[in-house]
């Protein structure tokens, strides 16, 4: 499907609105948090006003947060050397800090975002002792960045990530010999495929060992896909990657068909039904009443996580196969229960 091209007014009225979806995600995760979903002692400094989100709104943040961190902790344990981590679009995203504070080990992790975002984060950061006690009183901070000793708040466009951010990475420590995980949560498809290509196609030719996590939606083209894109265009925000990753299969293909060693991706319905502990099923469903079990299936099913790696030889493809999901159902004695829904 062809893209119109966009004028300077029409990205600059999007840039503005996509900036505005950090806000919905920040407000989403504290109301699953408050709700008892998740657990997250940071996420509160990001946002003064708890909005209470519906229980299929909490569901979901529960679903998109167990998802990723299960995948990323399992990078973090591959006995492979030191890890760096590069979460694009970071927004307020607090996995730093619970990640530090869970005593994971990794040598850094860089966040990326427009100047805007970050100037707000640094602010936040600044005001709350328990946040910059974390990164450490030796990390330089500015109005819109931090160099910490494992920790960088970096400004800029994901467009010019090549021109721009790699060269201001690398100064800040990012070493392209070290095993690297990039994250994206609903951020390459707000970009255009060109540009967001590149930043994939950068990383299979430039690091040895790399691995990449996307959370974004999918289906464009069924009748819940058409409304929920008819939504997002009255917000100004258009997902301008959806139509060139528009089912799992694509998604996969994303990395493969650039060299990639290996990729996978689920949608979340998937993650819900087979890779979460049924033990959780039961505590979940005790948080709130979910009436809306056909919309929920809906929206789970046009929501993935993409995961893919590259690796240089085939004794790291044992190690990095290891990221992935635990299947919970297989485990399940044949009298048990089915877990696909409540």
């Known amino acids: 499907m062809a893209f119109r091209t966009l004028t300077d007014e029409d990205l600059s009225i999007q840039d503005h609105a996509i900036r505005g979806t950090n806000e919905d ?46 995948l990323i902790i399992k990078f973090l344990e591959i006995e492979d050397g030191r890890k760096q981590i590069i979460s694009l679009g970071a927004g307020f995203d607090t996995r730093y800090f619970n ?42 901070i500015g109005d819109t960045e931090i160099y910490g000793s494992d920790y960088c708040l970096i400004s800029g466009d994901l467009r010019d990530f090549i021109e721009d951010l790699i060269p ?19 951020v390459m498809i707000y970009m255009d495929p060109t540009n967001s290509n590149k930043i994939v196609e950068w990383i299979g030719t430039n690091l040895n060992m790399a691995m990449f996590i996307v959370y974004e939606q999918i289906l464009p083209n ?31 293909d994303r990395y493969l ?32 009443m979910l009436d809306e079990l056909e919309e929920w299936r809906l929206l789970a099913s046009h929501y993935c996580i993409a995961w893919a790696y590259k690796v240089s030889n085939e004794s790291q493809i044992v190690l990095y196969d290891s990221v992935k999901f635990e299947n919970y159902k297989e485990k399940l004695p044949d009298h048990s229960i089915k877990i696909t829904g409540d």
């Not at 989403?28 to 400094?45: C, F, H, P, R, T």
């Open 168 to 186: 201001r990475l690398e100064s800040n420590g990012f070493d392209r010999s070290l095993s690297t995980l990039f994250l994206s949560e609903c």
């Open 25 to 70: 995600a920040i407000t989403s995760k504290l109301s699953a948090v408050n709700a008892g979903y998740i657990q997250d002692e940071y996420v509160k400094y990001f946002h003064k006003r708890p909005v209470k989100r519906s229980p299929l709104i909490n569901r979901g943040s529960y679903v998109r947060n167990k998802g990723l961190d299960t």
């Open 257 to 288: 068909s650039r060299g990639w060693t290996h990729a996978e991706a689920i949608d979340m319905n998937e993650i819900y039904d087979l890779y979460i502990d049924p033990k959780e099923h039961v505590r979940i469903s005790r948080l709130e």
């Open 222 to 252: 069924d009748a819940f896909g058409s409304v929920m894109l008819q939504n997002l265009k009255y917000r100004n925000i258009e997902l301008r990657g959806i139509h060139a990753y528009p089912d799992l299969e694509s998604q996969k």
């Open 99 to 140: 990640l530090k504070s869970s005593l994971r080990k990794f040598y850094k992790y860089f966040e990326i975002d427009f100047p805007e975002i970050t100037a707000k984060k640094v602010a936040i950061i600044r005001k709350n002792k328990t946040l910059s006690e974390i990164i450490g009183d030796d990390a330089r």
